[in-house]
């Protein structure tokens, strides 16, 4: 019995190795624009950006070559209008993965197909050829044994979930409870995760304010704004992780469990008509840059705390095509051109990023004089765009304080100003900052910058604990390794 459980631990540390450095953000990358850049550019962006992982929506050759020998992973897509095609005939299902999957690995790194997106919502005609789709183009990798590299899933929209709030009661619409037993025990049998396109943007305006801006965009600070699960007391700080525990809960209530989810499109548009005043570079700025933060921590949702929530924002590129309203077109983080909206950051604050131990005695406070809703706002972009440490301002935690928004504030300014002035950050924050030498700190709510004080901005070693910055990466494998070997040895042991 024992060499049995070794086994057994040495599965649940690999697991954990996998886990502690795995959670990825991706981005999607759209069609519908009149004038793309080529595929060589597009993927040099990827490559300064450092995004490892790619949704295609369809399989343009050139794009499949340009991304040829990057290891950039690639999830490519069957177009809607491809899906009936592939669905009614096995050999058409066969030559699809032949010219378009077969035909580009191993060069390139395709490891998923999307069949379809948002078929059961969006084209609901088309319902009856999905499973069939799904099973001949299965048939068609495991022919061409690409069945262990490529998986094949199928992204559905949030609507599919007609009430996800509470996610503990949410149930995927019985209309298609039949076709969706299908798919998930499709998932299940060859391994694959559940698509799941979470537009927060939709559910919030679609909402007509029940759920508040600071709920969509990770910013719920108050905990008036954030919302607990009767059912479960869990506590939703966000309206991502509703959304994907709601996917969860949805895949329980027809008895489906363990089939992992991935956010194959999340974002939010930056610019809108007079009607959609959400769409903001300041919003888009906000929620993608928390998105990323809050998947690459790695700490799951509420109702699953130990998987990763691994995502593709949406989009690379302005989609200029695109039917419908203003926003539609605007979700990208750059024009085609290539000329940027905002800037985006896929990669984990480095949170080893020390202070200057010239700044002791200098803090950057809010000034309380400024509007409390000009503060807030550098509030939200300090705690996102700015990544400072607002892990004390948090509900229970000693900066926290509902009724002192000034207080609040200073606490992720001089958080932010000690992080980065090194590297040129100022204390500014729209002029509702200013520098200061009298010491802010009280109680247990210790100020960055205090004479004799441990709270560097992230000098202390225990605090580097960010799982995708380089050094720690390689030190967490390092550690994995060591722990797989020691086990090994050990089972070696209890074998012989
Ligand atoms: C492709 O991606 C998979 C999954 O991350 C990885 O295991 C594999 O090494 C990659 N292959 C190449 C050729 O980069
Ligand atoms: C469920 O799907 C059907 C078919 O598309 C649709 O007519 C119905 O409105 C949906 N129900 C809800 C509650 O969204
Ligand atoms: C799920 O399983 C339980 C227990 O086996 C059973 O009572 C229930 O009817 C099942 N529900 C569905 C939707 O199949
Ligand atoms: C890129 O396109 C946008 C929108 O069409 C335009 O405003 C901008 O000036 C262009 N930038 C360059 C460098 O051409
Ligand atoms: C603080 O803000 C008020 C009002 O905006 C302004 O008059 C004052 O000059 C500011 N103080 C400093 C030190 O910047
Ligand atoms: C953030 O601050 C808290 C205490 O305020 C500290 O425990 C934690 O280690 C810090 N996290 C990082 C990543 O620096
Ligand atoms: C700075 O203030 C201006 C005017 O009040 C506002 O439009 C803008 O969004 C603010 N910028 C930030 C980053 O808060
Ligand atoms: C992840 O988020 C949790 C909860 O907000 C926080 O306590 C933890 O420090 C974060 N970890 C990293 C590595 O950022």
Not at 97 to 121: D, H, Q, R, S, W
Not at 178 to 198: C, E, T, V
Not at 324 to 351: Q, R, V
Request: glycine fraction near 8%; aromatic fraction near 10%; include cysteine.
């Amino acid at each position: 019995m024992v060499p049995n459980r070794g086994k057994r631990s040495i599965l649940l540390l690999v697991l954990f190795c996998v886990n502690a450095s795995g959670a990825f953000v991706g981005i999607n990358v759209g069609t519908s624009i009149s004038n793309p850049p080529p595929a060589s550019d597009i993927v040099a962006i990827l490559k300064e950006k450092q995004i490892r992982h790619v949704r295609l929506f369809d399989v343009d050759h050139e794009m499949l070559n340009a991304l040829a020998n990057t290891g950039i992973e690639v999830i490519v897509g069957v177009p809607n209008d491809q899906l009936l095609r592939v669905g009614q005939s096995r050999s058409e299902a066969a030559d699809w993965i032949n010219k378009n999957v077969a035909a580009y690995i191993p060069a390139t790194n395709i490891t998923y197909i999307a069949v379809g997106n948002e078929v059961l919502t969006t084209i609901p005609n088309a319902a009856l050829v999905l499973i069939p789709a799904l099973q001949f183009l299965q048939s068609a990798l495991l022919a061409a044994n690409l069945n262990s590299q490529v998986k094949i899933s199928s992204p559905q929209s949030i609507d599919m979930i007609p009430k996800f709030f509470p996610p503990s009661t949410a149930t995927f619409n019985s209309t298609w409870n039949s076709i969706m037993n299908q798919y998930l025990q499709f998932l299940k049998n060859y391994g694959s995760s559940f698509m799941l396109n979470a537009q927060t943007y939709y559910a919030y305006t679609k909402g007509q304010g029940i759920f508040p801006l600071d709920f969509a965009l990770f910013q719920a600070l108050n905990p008036n704004n954030q919302v607990v699960d009767p059912n479960t007391n869990l506590y939703y700080t966000n309206m991502f992780d509703s959304m994907v525990d709601a996917a969860y809960y949805s895949m329980q209530a027809l008895n489906f469990t363990g089939i992992p989810v991935i956010v194959t499109a999340s974002g939010w548009p930056w610019f809108g008509g007079s009607k959609e005043p959400d769409a903001t570079v300041d919003n888009a700025l906000a929620y993608n840059s928390n998105l990323i933060k809050h998947v690459l921590n790695g700490s799951g949702t509420p109702s699953q705390p130990t998987a990763q929530i691994n995502t593709y924002i949406f989009e690379l590129f302005n989609e200029d095509l695109r039917p419908g309203p203003i926003s539609e077109k605007n979700w990208g983080i750059m024009y085609p051109n290539k000329t940027a909206l905002y800037t985006l950051s896929f990669e984990h604050p480095d949170e080893s990023d020390g202070d200057s131990t010239g700044l002791v005695g200098v803090f950057c406070v809010a000034n309380s004089s400024a509007p409390a809703i000009a503060l807030k706002q550098g509030l939200d972009w300090a705690c996102g765009p700015g990544s400072a440490n607002c892990s004390a301002i948090q509900p229970g935690q000693p900066c926290y304080d509902s009724n002192n928004i000034a207080a609040v504030a200073s606490y992720a300014y001089n958080d932010y100003y000690h992080r980065t002035q090194a590297n040129g950050g100022t204390c500014n924050f729209n002029n509702t900052a200013m520098i200061t030498t009298t010491d802010p700190s009280h109680g247990l709510c210790i100020f960055a910058g205090r004479s004799g004080s441990s709270k560097g901005g992230g000098i202390s070693p225990g605090s580097a604990l960010g799982p995708i910055s380089p050094t720690n990466l390689a030190s967490a494998f390092q550690l994995c390794w060591l722990s797989y070997l020691v086990t090994v040895l050990l089972l070696l042991l209890f074998y012989y």
